[in-house]
């Protein structure tokens, strides 16, 4: 069959000189800088356009003598995110005590490691602790030795990380969706209920989130560049990182994820090889094995605690680790975990799977970040210890699926946010009337719910309601600025009603009333951030060791049950015979059996929810003048 002629037959073609061909060239490649994907150098003319972002910041250079003229907008944007990144996560981040059990404890490893110099066994209260791996002890003391010990230099690492995550889901979203909706999922992660909270406590999830966030952004480089010799030895590293900072879990998630989800993605033009895979395994093995080994060697039952105990019986057993919980546990976590963002995704639900149906540009995105929440979130589900925050992985590809359905359907969006902010408003309103109705809700938990944490609740949400109700309905954007203020914006509001909580939560109040000098001993119970807040081990009598909250100390206890810091209940006896002045920590369940222990007059000097401070004395000596410590208002 013969071709049809691209021009009439009796047309001749002219021929091009060399200028019209660049003319011509540069007209063609113009537009590229346009893309989402491959924008990272835009044309010269852009590094001169003024704009608020860039007068704002000559206005905040000026005084300090510095000059930001030609520092191009996209450069500006970035730092001013970085800026913003920090109110969010380190604003007021010692604001509240270290929260027992968790913060207190991981906070006490980090004081001992940097006090006692050893950097490869953990010690908790002077005992070893091996529960968890040591990257975020390492962290943590580092943060200590630059700061000094204290609430923020405890926090400073999880902030860190969570400012981390919210970059690498920038960067992952980027070459997934383009830069204007990954600014979005970013903004999604740094504003969910869930990473506000968690990305602001002493604990090792966050962390854990940044390198499995890390890890798969390097796999999606190595399948997107055809560059697995590059970007597997860095996805390697971040799983040894993950590793080394909560265990194996470090590396199944990520590899579990990207098992699922790569397959909506476009197939690489070759096929990898076996080099990348074995640099990917050393890069991972590096930071582990060396310390693995020191650690074993030190703690020849370390690795058989660590595989049977920490791995597969947690993962196996509800009943060994007490944080059992339905399989459906994590459908009741996702809702509070993203709060507003949870009416985006329910309303983007539809345009969602539209958009994978017919194959859109976004449909390989759309089917990523689906497989990979949803194996996380599963991965998880089938876990017998469950907890919220293990979920936070999960976080990335729910923004990224929350941000491409702001996309493509802003007005259905802007209607149900109208229709949430109508929701808020009646529920201010009915925290205006509970304020008034109940002014304080009893129990072990909930004293939470006081008076002033309704005022605050129900006034947020009467203003953001009525907001968003205002303008939502109009202004898509509007709607997406308002579920991204929501939850900051609670938070703040809810710092000073909480701080009662928090204090309550704490040991720093009942080591106020401590003499630092003094012999204190805890008799079968133990505040954590007891030994951090004294600066020093506190003596445990129990028969178990179980009130360490520590599964390491107590599978060993037939080992360490006669240390320095940990000794049996029996040992009460020959304390009380010192003449020494003692202080006595106990649970209230537990005064009447050390009275009938004990020999000597015990006098309470402070009562909080879950302890008791007494000072012991002799028979004929004053009960409190000799203690030199402070008798609180309202102790009994």
Known sequence: MARTPSRPTGCRSRPRSSSTRRRRRRVSAAPRHSRAVGDRHAPAAVSETRSPASDALRALAAPLGLRVDGVRPDTIARLGGLVLLGLLFAAYLGAWPLFDPDEGRNAEVAREMLVGGDWTVPHFNGLPYLDKPVLFFWLVAAAFRVLGVGEVAARLPAALAAIATVVFTAALGTRLIGRSRALVAAGVVATTPMMLVFGRLAIFDVPLTAFITAALYCLVRARLDGAPMRWWPAAGLAMGLAVLTKGPVGVAVPLLAWAAARGALPRPAGRAGVVPLVLALLAGALPVVPWLVAAATREPDFLRYALVDETALRFLSPARFHRAGPVYFYATVLPWALGVWTVVLAASAGPLVRLWREGAPEAAAVGFAARAAAIIVLFFSLSASKRAQYVLPALMPLALLAAIGIAAAPARIATAMAAAGRSALLAGVVAFALAVAAPHVEGPEFFVLTPRVFTASGLVLVVWGA??????????????????????????????????????????????????????????????????????????????????????????????????????????????????????????????????????????????????????????????????????????
Request: proline share 8%.
């Open 467 to 636: 907001l968003v109700a205002a303008t939502s309905a109009r202004r898509p954007l509007a709607a997406v600025v308002c579920a991204a203020c929501f939850a900051p914006g609670l938070g703040l509001a809810l710092l000073g009603p909480l701080t009662p909580y928090a204090e309550a939560r704490s040991a720093r109040a009942l080591a106020s009333h401590i003499d630092p000098a003094a012999r204190v001993v805890a008799f079968q119970t133990f505040e954590p951030g007891l030994a951090l807040y004294l600066g020093h081990p506190v003596l445990l009598l129990s028969d178990t060791g179980q009130e360490l909250t520590s599964n390491y100390v107590r599978s060993a206890h037939a080992r360490l049950g006669r240390s320095a810091t940990l000794r049996p209940v029996a040992a009460l006896h020959a304390l009380l015979r010192d003449p020494t002045p003692l202080y006595l920590v106990a649970a209230p369940a537990r005064l009447r059996e050390l009275r009938r222990l004990g020999r000597r007059r015990f006098v309470p000097l402070y009562v909080d929810r879950r302890s008791v401070l007494l000072a012991a004395h002799r028979v004929d000596a004053n009960p409190v003048g000799d203690t030199g410590a402070r008798r609180p208002a309202g102790a009994s």
